[in-house]
């Protein structure tokens, strides 16, 4: 009975010792919340290209109008600016100019993007929207939504939607890329 209960104790104490190192490793693959004071990475106390490198959207389908596809967006400029707006310079691929149908066609690309401050404490979000007009602006579509910072440096930064919480694992992600200005 003795050797039972030694064994049930050494058992309880390795799983409680596993699921410990577990909930740590946990925490440090957690997205972290970015404080305001880390914008300045962003638009560089001024204003800061990028490029869109990588685009992440496992819930989409490729035939949705709003689908967006790497290809399309990464000829694009997309400029940072301390007032928190972004503005984007098209290549010359655009994202929804194959959209046609009967007497509608996707003529016009639209977007809108700021930054923002959410949640308590707050952290840095991409506040993100992209669509269509046709030539009239009768006819528009458009999506939006809120990416959240997951990850920042100074040539590299990912906002996500609808992930874990966990570092790496976007199921909904952008990805960007410092442009080297030469001057």
């Keep these: 009975m003795i050797k039972i209960y ?3 104790k050494t058992l309880s104490l390795i799983a409680l010792a596993a699921t410990l190192t577990n909930c740590a490793d946990d925490d440090e693959n957690r997205i972290p919340n970015f404080p305001e004071s880390q914008m300045s990475l962003i638009h560089g106390d001024s204003q800061k290209s990028w490029r869109l490198v990588e ?3 496992d819930y989409s389908d490729e035939t949705d109008d709003f689908f967006i596809t790497a290809d399309c967006v990464s000829d694009d400029v997309y400029t940072f600016k301390a007032d928190r707006e972004v503005e984007i310079t098209y290549g010359e691929v655009l994202c929804f100019d194959h959209l046609s149908e009967g007497n509608f066609t996707a003529e016009h690309e639209q977007f809108s ?3 923002k401050m959410i949640g308590d404490p707050g952290t840095i979000y991409l ?3 992209r669509g269509y ?4 602006y009768g006819l528009v579509g458009s999506t939006f939504s809120n990416y959240r ?3 920042l440096s100074e040539n590299r930064m990912v906002f996500t939607h609808s992930n874990t919480g966990i570092l790496g694992d976007y199921h ?3 990805t960007f890329e410092a442009i080297e200005v030469s001057e």
């Design 149 to 151: 910072l997951s990850e």
């Design 172 to 174: 909904e992600s952008y």
């Design 127 to 129: 506040s993100f929207g």
């Design 113 to 115: 993007a700021n930054l």
């Design 133 to 136: 007009a046709n030539q009239d």
């Design 6 to 8: 030694k064994s049930l």
């Design 55 to 57: 685009v992440v959207d």
